[in-house]
């Protein structure tokens, strides 16, 4: 069992042990809030991290379930809100969600697409001020 500073249990479950780390989560184990009575995350590690499939708790609910890698959100999951229904399902990457990843790209693809658009307005006054004052010079 792993205790905080003042005496409220952190973690309890597996170790291993690390050469350069030293003692390490290692396996099934439990992660518990502040209090040191909530759970905050019951699955499991691996070399320290949450890693493979485990249970993320927000306050008395289940808020995220699925699978983990590196200590972050990866692979299958969903996501809960308070009356536990489901509000993110599918894969998650690097901890974020698909879906948020994907509407990410778009936003940036988008603003790229802005930007030339801009550049090209402002190229073609630069052209249409040229030709006029080509013609005003006739």
Do not use: P
Request: net charge neutral; hydrophobic share 25%; charged share 35%.
């Amino acid at each position: 069992i792993e205790y905080d500073d003042k005496g409220k249990r952190v973690y309890e479950g597996g170790y291993g042990l690390d050469k350069t780390k030293g003692y390490v989560r290692n396996g099934e184990g439990s992660e518990y809030m502040s209090d040191g009575v909530s759970a905050l995350y019951v699955g499991h590690y691996v070399d320290g991290e949450r890693s493979g499939y485990g249970t993320e708790y927000k306050g008395c609910y289940a808020w995220y379930i699925g699978n983990w890698k590196n200590g972050k959100r990866s692979g299958k999951g969903k996501e809960y809100d308070e009356n536990e229904h489901v509000v993110k399902d599918g894969e998650w990457i690097d901890g974020r969600w698909e879906e948020d990843v994907k509407l990410e790209k778009l936003k940036e693809k988008y603003r790229e697409m802005e930007l030339k658009q801009k550049k090209m307005k402002e190229s073609n006054r630069g052209i249409i001020f040229l030709i006029i004052g080509a013609v005003l010079s006739l």
